[in-house]
């Protein structure tokens, strides 16, 4: 099992880019999660699906952040346009029901 | 008050010694509860969960869970150089499989 698979692993970008972040969940695992880390917040759940489905989105911090999972194998986050203060590292994770989570190494965004 | 409650450290303790890391939480409804542990540039990984009242064992490594105090520990014995990490406590609720986490504990431990 190759476990969580996030990429870029590193992305910089210009304020006002567009910028997607990719993850491919374990097979077999019915939830994803994506996640933002930042020394000030710690891990913040964005966002939340089950078996392709958002299930809850309160976690997003505003308009400019949009995720999908248009099949089992595959979600984007997409943030446009990017602000520097959504400088942060993004984690997915999955799950299979019960059990906890699995993460990803996760993306670094730098956004100058 | 945070849902879920840690001391941000650092936690110095020996080589050897007994780490103790502790986590409080608010929701009353939380089924399930765990840790998982953070090196600096890394991922979290999943450490132990703790479904019912009382300790449960794992090597090193035992978790503590008292409900009605609404607590749950982390106890590591023989502490090793190399679990100087961040460690961060967990807790779902029965309203679905969403973890809470909390702001985690930096453990070091002195050769």
């Known amino acids: 099992d190759a476990g969580v698979i996030q990429s870029p692993r590193h992305e910089v970008t210009e304020m006002g880019q567009e910028v997607t972040l990719r993850c491919k969940p374990i097979?077999?695992?019915?939830?994803l999660f994506w996640y933002r880390q930042t020394m000030m917040r710690g891990l913040e759940l964005l966002i939340y699906f089950n078996n392709n489905v958002p299930i809850d989105d309160s976690g997003m911090p505003e308009d400019r952040f949009s995720a999908k999972m248009p099949n089992a194998s595959f979600s984007t986050l997409k943030i446009q346009p990017s602000e520097p203060r959504d400088s942060a590292v993004y984690f997915c994770?999955?799950?299979?029901?019960?059990?906890?989570?699995?993460f990803g190494s996760g993306t670094r965004l730098t956004v100058v | 008050q945070k849902e879920v409650e840690q001391n941000s450290g650092p936690l110095s303790v020996p080589e050897g010694a007994i780490a103790s890391l502790n986590c409080t939480y608010s929701?009353?409804?939380?089924?399930?509860f765990f840790w998982y542990r953070q090196y600096s540039g890394k991922s979290p990984e999943l450490i132990m969960f703790?479904?019912?009242?009382g300790d449960k064992e794992d090597g090193r490594f035992t978790a503590q869970l008292n409900k009605a105090s609404q607590y749950v520990s982390l106890l590591i014995r023989d502490s090793q150089p190399s679990d100087s990490a961040t460690y961060l406590c967990?807790?779902?609720?029965?309203?679905?499989?969403?973890?809470?986490f909390g702001g985690g504990t930096r453990l070091m431990v002195k050769p």
């Open positions: 929701d009353r409804g939380s089924q399930s």
């Open positions: 994770a999955s799950s299979s029901s019960y059990y906890g989570y699995t």
């Open positions: 703790i479904y019912s009242n």
């Open positions: 097979s077999g695992h019915d939830y």
């Open positions: 967990a807790l779902r609720n029965n309203a679905g499989n969403m973890l809470t």
